[in-house]
């Protein structure tokens, strides 16, 4: 892993996503390094010649310049983050993520954080001063042999799990995000939720070329068909509204 540290320019950055207005990213790239990536795009604007998930470039400057930012800035929803995961490995030495939760905290802006890592729970005294603050964990299938396919270096799914249950006990706000859906049953999948979430989101694969020649290997290819997407999503959506869970389909 390649790890520089770089000072930016900005670090609070309007974003058009729907349902947030700024988003914050501590870091470029990420060490969790899941293949099926969208954010690898960043490469292209960065110059890293390295495959994803072998570089991060630290904004070190992160918590100063958000303070900085934060004085023109009175409300609004914040996603931490967009193109990189804020809990990834390198945030347990650097606690940017930490320190750029505690200026938001000292604003009072509104949070979504999105992450694949129980690390998250070290910042749960400052989840429960947020008036709001919502955590999410992508989980992107029931099954730990397909988690180590597809996202080799992230956490495993039964640590996801009881870090939404440790979440919850605390009585902050908690979603699950299924996307990309990777090959799943949505029955275990919904069981090991329930009771864990408030909402639901779920996403297909978006970008099936990236990732083609990994599911032909493994065998997987039925798992990349708009049958698949539409067949489980559905039942997904019904399973969990079943329990009372609200659901959002994306795609
Ligand atoms: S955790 Fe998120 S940002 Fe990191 S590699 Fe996986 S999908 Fe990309």
Redesign the pocket.
């Known amino acids: 892993m390649k790890v520089k540290e770089i000072f930016a320019k900005t670090i609070l950055t309007k974003t058009a996503i729907p349902g947030f207005d700024y988003c914050i990213n501590p870091y470029v790239g990420?060490?969790?390094?899941?293949r099926?990536?969208?954010?690898?795009f960043m490469k292209r604007f960065t110059g890293h010649l390295e495959p994803?998930?072998q570089f991060v470039d630290v904004k070190v400057n992160a918590p100063y310049l958000l303070r900085k930012q934060l004085k023109r800035t009175r409300h609004g929803v914040v996603a931490l983050?967009t193109?990189?995961?804020p809990y990834?490995p390198l945030e347990r030495k650097y606690q940017l993520t930490r320190k750029c939760l505690e200026a938001l905290l000292d604003a009072q802006l509104s949070v979504d954080l999105l992450?694949?890592?129980p690390l998250c729970l070290r910042d749960m005294d400052l989840f429960k001063r947020f008036k709001r603050i919502e955590v999410g964990f992508?989980i992107t299938t029931h099954d730990e042999r397909i988690k180590r396919i597809f996202?080799p270096c992230?956490p495993s799914i039964l640590s996801r799990v009881k870090a939404l249950r440790a979440l919850r006990r605390e009585k902050i706000g908690t979603y699950a995000f299924i996307g990309p859906m990777l090959p799943l049953d949505p029955k275990p999948l919904v069981a090991m939720l329930d009771g864990l979430i408030d909402e639901v989101l779920i996403d297909r694969m978006n970008y099936p070329n990236k990732v083609k020649a990994i599911y032909r290997k493994a065998k997987l290819d039925q798992y990349l068909e708009e049958d698949y997407f539409r067949m489980t999503g559905r039942e997904l959506k019904e399973r969990f509204e079943k329990k009372g869970i609200p659901v959002s389909v994306i795609f």
């Open positions: 990420c060490g969790h390094g899941c099926y990536c969208y954010a690898s994803w998930g983050s193109v990189t995961d990834q992450t694949r890592s992508s996202e992230s």
